[in-house]
């Protein structure tokens, strides 16, 4: 079963403008990790926020945190056309596995 | 230092053939991790090595598949008997160690199309 869930799946918008996109998960998690793909082939880790964490920034990503609602969001400031990629979220389990879960991802399209 | 990287990059195969697939981690990491993403999907857990230990293979879709890490470092999956619907792109990543918390670093992946 899909443990991460990504919304929207496709979103486009315009350079400069900011990018969110969300994250629901199901079981309890260690930590929530954001990932983007480019073209399909090798991902790229973005930022990692831990269960305790309720918001972390890297640059001109921010990431939230809800335990509560079992949700993650991952916003982009001032989009560029080379953060045109797919975004993934992905999670450790509490259950001991180590293992990343996936969602599907959303496609997100930068248009100059 | 290098990445994670794997060989081939593309692979076309017929029908019923075997594949290897090879992933080389990152120099020290102990924890190497194989996932298969299909066509517009996210990525799909097939196992998983942490230093000596037994790998969890609880991944693996079929016994079709299999995949062996010598010498904590390399890693090849095989597939037998190739089916259509192992078309897919096969991704390694590694970690410094298996506490749960460490980064995967992902390689860029073999394309794998069965016809």
């Known amino acids: 079963s899909q443990q991460g869930e990504e919304d929207p799946q496709a979103l486009s918008i315009q350079e400069g403008e900011n990018a969110t996109m969300n994250c629901s998960y199901k079981?309890?998690?260690?930590?929530l990790q954001w990932y983007r793909q480019n073209s399909g082939r090798g991902l790229v880790h973005l930022i990692l926020i831990r269960s305790n964490e309720r918001e972390k920034h890297s640059g001109r990503l921010r990431v939230t945190l809800d335990t509560s609602k079992k949700s993650s969001s991952l916003l982009i400031t001032a989009s560029r056309a080379a953060d045109t990629a797919s975004y993934f979220c992905a999670s450790i389990l509490n259950s001991g596995y180590s293992t990343l879960t996936f969602g599907k991802g959303t496609m997100l399209l930068v248009s100059p | 230092g290098a990445g994670v990287s794997q060989s081939p990059s593309n692979k076309v195969t017929e029908k019923g053939k075997d594949v290897e697939l090879r992933c080389d981690p990152i120099?020290?990491?102990?924890?190497l991790y194989w996932y298969r993403q299909s066509l517009g999907q996210g990525l799909e857990f097939l196992i998983y090595f942490q230093g000596n230990s037994a790998p969890d293979k609880s991944g693996l879709p079929s016994d079709r598949f299999s995949a062996e890490r010598t010498g904590g470092s390399v890693s090849t999956l095989t597939i037998q008997r190739t089916q259509q619907e192992d078309s897919a792109v096969y991704l390694c990543a590694s970690s410094q160690d298996s506490g749960g918390t460490d980064t995967q670093y992902f390689g860029p992946g073999t394309r794998l199309t069965v016809l």
């Open positions: 120099s020290g990491h102990t924890a």
């Open positions: 079981t309890s998690i260690n930590n």
